[in-house]
Nanobody, 123 residues
């Protein structure tokens, strides 16, 4: 069992930055690939970024490539999402998720989810 707790969301002006954190419980964090997803009102949950267990591989949605950076610290059981050059269309609830083994981008394949953190970007 893995419990995930996101933090770092908030209100920011367009062009600003935020850093999301996701703290995981348990001693097997390094066995899980991690992902960030987001869901805006009235829209389906969408993939944002993912990182492999050793952080050797990262993946990004085209909409955030070059602006967002996913990273992890296995010693701290934490995954991060650095978000720069934020746009109003980035407004959503952001979720972190864990999948045992190989990194994937499909949300249905993830095993555990956090409760989400709200990110609001004003124009």
């Amino acid at each position: 069992q893995v419990q995930l707790v996101e933090s770092g969301g908030g209100l920011v002006q367009a062009g600003g930055s935020l850093r999301l954190s996701c703290a995981a419980s348990g001693r097997t964090f390094s066995s899980y690939a991690m992902g960030w997803f987001r869901q805006a009102p009235g829209k389906e949950r969408e993939f944002v970024a993912a990182i492999s267990r050793s952080a050797g591989s990262t993946y990004y949605a085209d909409s955030v490539k070059g602006r967002f950076t996913i990273s992890r610290d296995n010693a701290k059981n934490t995954v991060y999402l650095q978000m720069n050059s934020l746009k109003p269309e980035d407004t959503a609830v952001y979720y972190c998720a864990a999948v045992f083994g190989t990194v994937v981008v499909a949300p249905d394949l993830y095993d555990y989810w956090g409760q989400g953190t709200q990110v609001t970007v004003s124009s």
